[in-house]
T-cell receptor, first 111, second 114 residues
Framework: ELKVEQNPLFLSMQEGKNYTIYCNYS?????LYWYRQDPGKSLESLFVLLSNGAVKQEGRLMASLDTKARLSTLHITAAVHDLSATYFCAAFDSGTYKYIFGTGTRLKVLA | DAGVIQSPRHEVTEMGQEVTLRCKPI?????LFWYRQTMMRGLELLIY????????DSGMPEDRFSAKMPNASFSTLKIQPSEPRDSAVYFC????????????FGSGTRLTVV
């Protein structure tokens, strides 16, 4: 059974700093998704990563996938307050045809 | 495309009452998912349908919960009778099986049972 772990669960960081959120998954998966959720809002898709070594970037966020290590990272560069949100990763379980979600990382960027 | 449409956006009901949440998936998507989100338990998958057929309902917490998908464009999640611990945000999501993209989520229904 595919399990997905994210860490840290909570992250408070200063504006301008860099940080990385980690997403580990327990068995083989060929698709990894990152979502963002603002307080009181729905989940919004950010990136899909489909192959080993895949890297996607948008603005101050960069996601990467290492299928051999079963690890995806979401790197935040020079954080700004607008990035404050909860970030979820989700790995695709080809046995059940479901995405399995991590617990989420609640990010707070302090001015 | 209007995206995944859920109704109502907010629902406040008294304990013991029946509650029905509704979802219209994106046209052409053949998989539909119901999730529940709370602070304590995070995001939980309740049930998912593929081609209108329930595939996995192992996340449905109790017999008080039921879900139907009578056609490709409509699904309901019903709670009868409702209890205060059912208070949560309920999300519906849809996707196309086998596609490389993930789920598209609706705006959610915030349910409060008093």
């Amino acid at each position: 059974e595919l399990k997905v772990e994210q860490n840290p669960l909570f992250l408070s960081m200063q504006e301008g700093k860099n940080y990385t959120i980690y997403c580990n998954y327990s068995t083989t998966s060929d698709r990894l998704y990152w979502y963002r959720q603002d307080p009181g809002k729905s989940l919004e898709s950010l990136f899909v990563l489909l192959s080993n070594g895949a890297v996607k970037q948008e603005g101050r966020l960069m996601a990467s996938l290492d299928t051999k290590a079963r690890l995806s990272t979401l790197h935040i560069t020079a954080a700004v307050h607008d990035l404050s949100a909860t970030y979820f990763c989700a790995a695709f379980d080809s046995g059940t045809y479901k995405y399995i979600f991590g617990t989420g990382t609640r990010l707070k960027v302090l001015a | 495309d209007a995206g995944v449409i859920q109704s109502p956006r907010h629902e406040v009901t008294e304990m013991g009452q029946e509650v029905t949440l509704r979802c219209k998936p994106i046209s052409g998507h053949n998989s539909l998912f119901w999730y529940r989100q709370t602070m304590m338990r995070g995001l939980e998958l309740l049930i998912y349908f593929n081609n209108n057929v329930p595939i996995d309902d192992s996340g449905m917490p109790e017999d008080r919960f039921s879900a139907k998908m009578p056609n490709a464009s409509f699904s309901t999640l019903k709670i009868q009778p409702s209890e205060p611990r059912d208070s949560a945000v309920y999300f519906c999501a849809s996707s196309f099986t086998g596609a490389s993209y993930g789920y598209t989520f609706g705006s959610g229904t915030r349910l409060t049972v008093v």
